[in-house]
């Protein structure tokens, strides 16, 4: 696994040895990104579901302002911190599950990439409390894309068993 663009490009990142963590393939990866790009130059990210924190460092190195990583556990959370430490970089990273997750700040994007197997919509509504009006949540989901209050769907794509989903604080 590594970063794909930006100012870390074809930095080898770490991933848990676990199946607890499901990383995203390269392609969707790739397209998320791609579809991220008019709203990620100088945005505040949250990487929520982080794992080895892929998603996020990909963010940073494609000129994300700030990225704040939130991983339920501990022991996934130190590789974020290895791969932080490869690139050289320092951010948040919130050891918590995501229903418990609590900020005074909200954020321009909000990445989710939930476990396919435990994919509960209340903790997506839940998160996108977080959201700046007109904020964005790029969302990874198993079926097709659930409706959301306060959301406006932009956009959706189908890869393999992936599909990607941008919607909009409205």
Request: glycine share 4%; proline share 9%.
């Amino acid at each position: 696994m590594k970063i794909l663009s930006g100012i870390y490009k074809n930095t080898p990142l770490n991933s848990p040895k676990t199946p607890k963590t499901h990383p995203m393939g390269s392609r969707e990866k790739l397209a998320l990104f791609n579809m991220l790009m008019p709203y990620l130059k100088q945005a505040t990210v949250l990487d929520a579901f982080a794992g080895s924190g892929a998603l996020g460092l990909e963010a940073l190195s494609r000129q994300a302002k700030q990225v704040v990583f939130l991983e339920k556990s501990p022991k996934i959370a130190q590789i974020i911190y290895q791969n932080l430490n490869t690139i050289k970089q320092t951010a948040s990273v919130i050891i918590k599950p995501a229903e418990k997750f609590h900020s005074p700040y909200t954020f321009d994007i909000i990445i989710a990439d939930p476990p396919y197997n435990d994919f509960r919509p209340e903790i997506i509504i839940h998160l996108s409390k977080y959201l700046q009006p007109n904020g964005i949540l790029a969302l990874s989901h198993p079926k097709s894309a659930p409706n959301f209050p306060h959301l406006q769907l932009l956009k959706t794509h189908h890869y393999a068993s992936a599909h990607l989903s941008l919607y909009q604080k409205i």
